[in-house]
Nanobody, 121 residues
Framework: QVQLVESGGGLVQPGESLRLSCEASGNIFTIKGMGWFRQAPGKQRELVAFITDGGTTTYADSVKGRFTISRDNAKNTVYLQMDSLKPGDTAVYYC???????????????WGQGTQVTVSS
């Protein structure tokens, strides 16, 4: 079993920055992709950013140029640096990890509990 714990959310003003962290723990064999998703009230959960175990990144169009995803494989941790935050970025941010006992086998998705990010003046 794999547990994900997010941290770093909070209340900031427009234009400010936040850095989210998500650490995986438990019986870990191989973590493939890791990513951040968000869900605003009344909306569906959406992809924010994703990073493969090889370091390839993907971003939602709405955050390109403002957010940066990175990971520390030795720490089983993924980060999301969020700059120039806007009120539209307000949401609960969830971390996801794709875990497998062997990279040749299908991976299972694990989710964190979510961390609130609020951007408001």
């Amino acid at each position: 079993q794999v547990q994900l714990v997010e941290s770093g959310g909070g209340l900031v003003q427009p234009g400010e920055s936040l850095r989210l962290s998500c650490e995986a723990s438990g019986n870990i064999f191989t973590i493939k992709g890791m990513g951040w998703f968000r869900q605003a009230p009344g909306k569906q959960r959406e992809l924010v950013a994703f990073i493969t175990d090889g370091g390839t990144t993907t971003y939602a169009d709405s955050v390109k140029g403002r957010f940066t995803i990175s990971r520390d494989n030795a720490k089983n941790t993924v980060y999301l640096q969020m700059d120039s935050l806007k009120p539209g970025d307000t949401a609960v941010y969830y971390c996801k990890a794709e875990h497998t006992i062997n990279r040749h086998f299908p991976a299972s998705d694990y989710w964190g509990q979510g961390t609130q990010v609020t951007v408001s003046s």
